[in-house]
């Protein structure tokens, strides 16, 4: 086979043995959506009718032979999904194109776009980048298509300016996104059906309208997306006091611990999915499954020589005539992975045709991908192994309840209830909470300066610190409803090992940890350092300063922003003369504005704001801990001093035209 990479118009043939293709769509902005579509178009280049068009409103074929799955995040950015069985498309269906739109944003404003074809073990078989896109609000990115018996891929990087109902109708769709309602007389009809009407009335009456002779309105697709109504959970306001507290749909009154928490842990988290159905579809999306209905079951014993493997739970999820299945095993508490019984559980699911063996445990990975446990390559030959920290279990139910579009308040309350159990200690599930055994040693070896960057220690503390900053990501994520990322250098987000390597030749050079926070529409990255030479717990944000006026009213435009800032926060100036640097305390700076600029000639260009902080010496818990300290202290930071900044926007230029009477 060829190089999967194409160009535009380049095209790629796929190895004859491919039955199935995971087709990806991805951008690198999380903070805007892109919708991923198909048609199944036949030698007129048209759909043969509408339930060809495959896309969020309609996610599957007729034939079922192509799906849509939904959206998911990655450390990149964004993707969508579609899969595509070409065994199961009918042989007048010539080619599938797939297309990308936006219904706010032209396409330029995404930057790198992407198509990947992948085969079912996640091989690349085709891929295409571009960057071309302009006004275009959707666009074809290219086709998978038969020639001669063959598939193959071809990019194709066409726009279209009139958005996704522009595409579909060109490509022989019935679209129909007018507006429901109908004008009467007096009365505004709200739905038709066969002869009769329901109609509301200028007062508001809803009233039954009979309408003879009329036939009932030829309806197509509809493209634009359903506003959904977001639900509140319960409101308890009758208590008669502070010691009164609601019951528990999931109790934690006789919780012990190993065997007894996890099986409390795993029924918990499958009667939740399986009662929350956009929970469920973000628990399983995560390991690769279709979207569709899910059934979880606990303990299903399964026969392997002359004795029985039994996984903790089976999540099946069915979807167009096929049943996704997952194995999975979960870990509370203390409780570690092994590679024995994972690879028990690959091999149960090889022989069975699983697709995916999926681990939960209170290891968080230090990035998307990663395991706890590494297993025999060639055990993942036909299945994946896929991990979960229960921090991103509790992560997802976050943000479900407060970003997500749940309708049912029924839902909210059990997902609240849910949540309400994970985080209450008696459950097992924790969310970052221990530095690991090696992290008292590396920390007195750095306040005694003999720590170096070959000590093994080391390195398993940098991995710690790395999924310690993945979790706030994912904490600040939850909280804030924009993705938030550990902000790596690109040569080190996909090397966990060369990633470890950097942190601990950091860490002996200058006896620091640090982490830098992307988060969306933020003034500034926010860095965390805790210095262990120095017991401090450092957070610093940069903003620049405005490109107009004086230094003075630059620095004044910066204190208005920091009115209700901690007066410890300091406040660094850099100028265009790196020389004339000036830093100084919050407070100060209130007192005399002037402090950080008297006597500096050179253009103020950028200012670095920084809160110290006392850091937790203990290696776990909450309390008086180095994990407490950090977290503390990165949320304050947040909340005190980088929300409230504003870049700085320069004033609309002013016409120098006169006005002119008449």
């Known amino acids: 086979m060829s190089s999967p990479f194409l160009t535009k118009g380049e095209n790629v043939a796929l190895p004859a043995e491919v039955t199935e293709l995971d087709v990806i769509v991805s951008w690198v902005d999380p903070d805007r959506d892109l919708d991923a ?11 043969r009718s509408d339930s060809d068009f495959v896309f969020y409103n309609q996610p599957e074929s007729a034939d079922a032979a192509v799906r849509y799955l939904g959206r998911s995040s990655t450390d990149e950015g964004k993707q969508e999904r ?3 069985h070409l065994h199961s498309l009918p042989a007048d269906v010539l080619k599938v194109v797939i297309a990308g739109s936006s219904e706010g944003r032209p396409l330029s404003d995404f930057g790198k776009l992407a198509l990947q074809v992948r085969d079912r073990s996640g091989s690349i078989l085709g891929e295409f980048v571009t960057v071309d896109a302009t006004s275009e609000h959707a666009l074809v990115f290219g086709e998978v298509y038969r020639r001669d018996g063959v598939w193959k891929v071809r990019a194709v990087g066409q726009g279209w300016e009139s958005g996704l109902a522009g595409l579909a109708q060109d490509f022989g769709v019935d679209v129909d996104d007018a507006d429901r309602t109908e004008q009467v007389d007096d009365v505004v009809v709200v ?51 502070e010691g009164w507290h609601t019951a528990r749909l999931f109790s934690i009154s006789g919780v012990g611990s190993g065997e007894e928490q996890e099986k409390r842990a795993t029924s918990a988290l499958i009667a939740t999915m399986q009662a929350v159905r956009p929970f469920a579809r973000a628990i399983c999306s995560r390991a690769g499954a279709p979207a569709g209905p899910f059934e979880g079951y606990l303990e299903v014993p399964f026969v392997k020589g002359d004795g029985k493997v039994i996984p903790d739970g089976v999540f099946r999820v069915s979807r167009a005539g096929h049943v996704w299945t997952a194995l999975l095993e979960v870990k509370t508490g203390t409780g570690k992975l092994t590679k024995e019984q994972l690879e028990n559980y690959l091999d149960v699911a090889k022989r069975h045709k699983y697709e995916v063996v999926l681990s939960v445990s209170n290891d968080i990975p230090a990035s998307v991908g990663e395991l706890p446990v590494q297993v025999s390559k060639f055990k993942l030959n036909n299945v994946a192994l896929r991990h979960m920290s229960w921090s991103e279990v509790i992560h997802e139910a976050r943000m479900l309840l407060s970003h997500g579009d749940l309708t049912d308040s029924l839902q909210v309350w059990i997902l609240s209830e849910f949540v309400r159990y994970l985080t209450h200690p008696k459950s097992g599930a924790t969310e970052f909470v221990d530095m690991g055994r090696h992290w008292v040693a590396v920390r007195d070896s750095v306040s005694a300066g003999t720590l170096r960057p070959s000590d093994a220690k080391a390195l398993s503390v940098a991995n710690t610190w790395a999924s310690l900053s993945r ?75 405005p490109a107009d006026g004086t230094s003075l009213r630059r620095a004044s435009w910066l204190l208005k922003q920091l009115k209700d800032a901690p007066a410890d926060v300091l406040v660094e100036a850099v100028f265009a003369d790196v020389s004339e640097v000036s830093c100084e305390n919050l407070a100060t700076v209130r007192a005399d504005t002037k402090s950080l600029t008297s006597g500096r000639v050179s253009e103020l260009r950028r200012f670095t704001l920084t809160s110290p902080s006392k850091m937790g010496s203990k290696r776990s818990g909450t309390a008086a801990s180095f994990i407490g300290s950090v977290t503390d202290g990165i949320d304050a930071f947040y909340r005190d001093v980088v929300q409230p900044l504003k870049p700085w926007v320069p004033s609309a230029p002013e016409s120098t035209t006169s006005t002119v009477d008449s």
């Open 37 to 47: 579509s198909a048609l199944l178009v036949d030698d007129s280049n048209r759909v």
């Open 82 to 84: 579609i899969s595509i």
């Open 191 to 241: 739905e038709v059906a066969d002869s009769h009407a329901q109609a509301r009335t200028e007062t508001g009456e809803v009233v039954e309208v009979s309408i003879v002779d009329v036939d009932p309105p030829k309806r197509g697709v509809r493209t634009k997306k359903p506003v959904a109504k977001k639900a509140s959970p319960p409101q308890f306001t009758l208590a008669g006091g």
């Open 471 to 545: 979790h706030l990501a994912l904490r600040m994520t939850a909280d804030l409803g924009a993705t938030v990322k550990h902000h790596l250098p690109r040569k080190l987000g996909s090397h966990p090992q060369a990633r470890n390597e950097f942190i601990v030749n950091h860490l002996a050079a200058t006896g620091c940890l640090v982490a830098t926070l992307r988060i969306p529409d933020a003034a500034g990255d926010v860095t965390v350092e805790a210095d262990l030479r120095t017991n401090k717990i450092q957070c610093s944000t940069s903003i620049d300063a």
